[in-house]
């Protein structure tokens, strides 16, 4: 019973990450009804990409989350021109097609640049345990839980109180209509873009600070975790991501307690599936969510 | 020569693999389950040649039949859902078939070896080919006389009603549904289809590589199963076909001295080829020049 609480606990810690990678992917389809597939690929660049500091100076842990971030905000960028600016609205399958190709190219140029090896990260707090009674608490997971959290109430923040998110909310509701009001639709879904890469270059920092080193390995399990947060929690809504995460994190760290790993990710693709029978809409449906 | 023969054997099992997300693209419906069925295909011929000591023929019908029976179980809870869940569906769908043969373990003691797949190490000594004396030249027919048959049953059903239906499901859902058209009833059955294809198709792989594993299975190979169509255009089955020619040999032979380069190419080729070309080598327009240059004075 205590080993139950404190895997969900951790879990539930960790899914905060999860959590971050849906709402990048939620907030995408949400406004550009679009699956950008490279964006768990773009997350782990962004967290390298906050390595290469490490290379010009020796720099605390979290000058490099922060170059993570940045890292993550470029990377957002470049997909967004290279899979999304050029291709015409009316051929999804093109833009899903070439995201999937930024996806394969983000995996090789890092498999290429860190010769396959995976790098260490660094981790604040990793040496903190919080105790209470036959509880721990581990210091970086929490550090990761706290960080999340700020990055979604940044983000809600933005969306909700300033004019770039009223944008954003508005091309997501009716494109055309934000345009005759005056919104640039290009800008806005390239700040998006941009605003989700930052999302996910911290993202990506915090699951390398939290497992203690960064592989491309990482790239398609967090890929697909990633997706089935956003479904499960409804595409589109970045409440239901949030939650959705929590309950995946939660959920696949219970199932490593009591079936190992090996068969870890099984259980969560079973969970997916349950919710596409029972709840295909996913646990908060966005309003006006058409087709 | 045997290289080339090998070369062919494998854009012939690689056409398979498009072809069966062919049929499941023209209904609109995006699948990265594909890499999946193929692998049960793979894993059942395998285990049906090598276990039971059947003959490749009935053993690939069997995968076939696996591969449909798969698709069609996986196309009904996951198509009633938005085209996009699909996706997500599918791929996760595609992961748990990976990590189900990453945990099967099945072996039979054969005289003194033991026979079978094993978990992470894989299934090896599928050697029918080998066993019954075939030369790499005849696997290659074989193969082929597979390809040719299911691209001239594709060709078929495009020029019939079922591919029409297929067409405008793939075109406007709504409007289709307007006509009388069973929206469900269309997808899962070129799910199924597309399932069969692939089951054959990894009946076929299995044999020619004598060795598989989990990892043969994982999304790039989902990813190219839809890039094949995708890049070769919805148009026609020969455009899947050019897509592979071009990916394969192109890749394989073409940036060899590129080694490891290659992988990252392929990558930036897909973003390039989407950008340039949306809609497709064989797009609609390009397949109608193609027709006025070899059908003579139509009017378009």
Known sequence: MLDLLQAVMDGVLFGATYALIGIGFTLVFGVMHKINMAYAAASIGGAYGGLLILKVMAAPAWVVFLCAFAAGGVLGYAVYVTCFHFIPLSSPLATLMSTVGMLLLIDEIIVHVTAGMPQNYPALFDDVMWRAGEFSLRGDLLLVFGVSVLCMIGLLALLYRTKLGLATRAVSQQAVAAQLCGIRVGRVNAMTFVIAGLLGGIAGALIGASVGMLSPLLTTPLTVKGLIVTVIGGLGSIPGAIIAGLLVGGFENVLQLYRGVAERDLYVMLLLFVFLVFRPGGLFTPRGARD | ?300
């Open chain 2, 1 to 300: 020569m045997d290289f080339y023969f090998g070369l062919v054997q494998l854009v012939g099992v690689h056409t398979l693999l498009g072809l069966s997300a062919y049929i499941v693209l023209l209904t609109g419906q995006v699948t990265l389950a594909q890499a999946g069925f193929f692998a049960i295909g793979a894993y059942v011929a395998g285990m049906l040649t090598v276990l039971a000591g059947w003959h490749l023929v009935p053993a690939l019908g069997v995968s076939a039949l696996a591969g449909a029976i798969t698709a069609c179980a996986v196309g009904f809870p996951a198509l009633r859902v938005k085209g996009l869940m699909l996706v997500i569906a599918t791929l996760a769908f595609g992961e748990g078939v990976r990590l189900f043969f990453f945990n099967f373990d099945y072996q039979i003691a054969k005289g003194e070896i033991k026979l079978g797949p094993v978990g992470g190490e894989g299934f090896r000594q599928i050697r029918f080919f080998p066993e019954n004396g075939w030369s790499t030249f005849e696997v290659m027919l074989f193969i082929w006389a597979f390809v040719v048959a299911i691209m001239a049953l594709l060709w078929w059903f495009d020029r019939s009603r079922y591919g029409a239906v297929l067409r405008a499901v793939g075109e406007d859902e709504a409007a289709a549904q307007s006509v009388g058209i069973n929206l469900t009833a269309v997808k899962v059955s070129a799910m199924t289809v597309g399932g069969a294809i692939a089951g054959i198709g990894g009946g076929l792989y299995a044999h020619y590589t004598t060795h598989i594993e989990h990892s043969s299975f994982n999304v790039l190979v989902a990813t190219f199963a839809i890039a094949y169509p995708i890049v070769g255009g919805l148009s026609s089955v020969f455009g899947t076909l050019l897509a592979v020619v071009f990916v394969q040999a192109l890749l394989v032979e073409g940036l060899r001295d590129l080694g490891d380069w290659r992988n990252l190419l392929f990558g930036a080729l897909i973003v390039l080829a989407m950008n340039l070309r949306p809609r497709g080598f064989l797009d609609p327009q390009a397949l109608g020049s193609l027709k006025r240059l070899f059908g003579g004075d139509r009017s378009a």
